[in-house]
């Protein structure tokens, strides 16, 4: 697989989390935040993201599976690794790197919220559009996507790409090779 082309450029991802962290800065105002990444895809996000809001805040992961490689999600989610901290009480935010069949969050937000936070909200970068769901009240949205693998900036494919700093949509037709990255990156200049 190839990175085909890119969908949303590095500028447009700084310029829209400079948005969001500007929302949470306002949103949290007098209080402080417990941002919550989901690894490993939200990495990424969240070291930007958190730079932009100009709270006192704090960062936990958890690491949660879903995927078993591949393009396609299997709806079994496991906790992989938890929260570091007690959450009760505090203002926390979840961070994510993008939104496809919401199993993930689901079992995220139900997990979460039985820990009794004073509050649980969401963040997620991407949204894939078209897709079937559950419902979420998504606080902080970055962008609505079509319903395409995407790439980069956190997001991997078979763990590699995470690194591009842009999304990229990958070429479903092509055979993967080992170039492949070092095309996706002639592709971000
Ligand atoms: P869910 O299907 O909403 O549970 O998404 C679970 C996880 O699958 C996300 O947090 C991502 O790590 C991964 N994922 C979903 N769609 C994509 C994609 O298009 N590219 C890479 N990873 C994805
Ligand atoms: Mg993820």
Sequence with gaps: MKVARVLISEDEIQAKLAEMGAAITKDYEGRDVLMIGVLKGAFVVMADLARHV????ETDFMAVSSYHGGTHSSGVVRIVKDLDQEIAGRNVLIVE?????GHTLKYLLRTLAVRKPATLSLAS??????VERPHFDIQYE???IPNEF?????????EQYRNLPYIG???TDSTSSPTDVQEGFKLAE
Excluded at 54 to 57: D, N, W
Excluded at 97 to 101: A, H, K, V, Y
Excluded at 150 to 158: E, I
């Design 169 to 171: 949509v990958m070429d």
């Design 54 to 57: 100009r709270l006192p805040v």
């Design 125 to 130: 970068l991407l949204i894939k559009d078209d």
């Design 150 to 158: 995407v790439v980069g900036y956190g997001l991997d494919y078979n």
């Design 142 to 144: 970055g962008f609505h």
């Design 97 to 101: 790197d993008i939104i496809d069949t």
